[in-house]
């Protein structure tokens, strides 16, 4: 896969300055000017009762997708669990590692360690929206994942299934990323929707502190012949200069 500039918002002052302070306000912003609140105070915190209930259903080694501050990956260190977190901003792997997780400044688009072998996939606090589209992002995870493993994906409070482009905002301080790039919404019956033309199997949704989960289990081994032999790359979620491998799960 070829490699290009990293997202406009990986390199954010707003977004490396919340990380560092531990606070907002933060905000996602479409060009129409609506807000998504980003809960900066609860990522850089440990992870709270409904983060372990999550981490409690993970099998096998993990792998965190848009780990941001690594308040899961330090946890399930932690557990003595084999965890990787993956991110785009350098800020938070910097975080993670600082917080004693494993972490890479990554794209999922990007080779990782460990392909095929993950025993779980987590897609936290909104991360079904990396790169914009959902079917992509299914698809890529499925090739990282071990025959019949998880994907554990946090979804919209509500019923949407959108697209759009967004920048990471601060409008207290009036400043923003600088670019905007490709995210995506999803409620449950939306990734649902997508899941089941995928052929992954779901087996739990549930509801807890007014968050939304569900956990998917990918096709079996039988059935991966029919996976794409290369995984399409969002151009939004590429990064400049990969750093080196972390330990991943053995064969």
């Keep these: 896969m070829s490699t290009a500039v990293s997202p406009p918002w990986a390199a954010s002052d707003p977004y490396a300055a919340a990380l560092r302070d531990g606070r907002g306000p933060l905000f996602l912003r479409r060009a129409d000017g609506w807000l998504l609140p980003l809960d900066v105070e609860r990522w850089c915190a440990r992870a709270d009762p409904v983060d372990l209930a999550v981490l409690d259903r993970c099998e096998g ?131 649902l929707r997508y899941a089941g033309r995928a052929r992954w199997r779901a087996v739990r949704q549930w509801t807890a502190g007014g968050r939304r989960f569900v956990v998917l289990r990918s096709r079996s081994a039988s059935s991966r012949a029919e996976t794409p032999k290369r995984t399409a790359v969002i151009s939004s979620q590429r990064v400049r200069k990969p750093s080196g491998d972390s330990p991943a799960p053995s064969r």
């Design 61 to 191: 080694p993990v792998l965190d997708v848009g780990c941001g501050p690594g308040r899961l990956v330090a946890e399930l260190a932690a557990r003595g669990r084999t965890v990787l977190g993956v991110d785009v901003s350098e800020a938070a792997v910097g975080h993670t590692v600082r917080r004693g997780g494993q972490a890479l400044r990554r794209s999922v688009f990007e080779p990782l360690p460990g392909e095929g072998r993950w025993g779980t996939v987590l897609l936290m606090d909104g991360n079904i929206g990396i790169g914009g589209d959902p079917r992509t992002l299914l698809e890529r995870v499925g090739t990282l994942l071990a025959p019949g493993g998880l994907l554990i994906a946090e979804t919209a409070p509500v019923d949407v299934d959108e697209r759009a482009e967004v920048q990471v905002v601060d409008v207290v301080h009036g400043c923003g990323s600088g670019g905007a790039f490709p995210w995506a919404r999803l409620g449950t019956p939306a990734l």
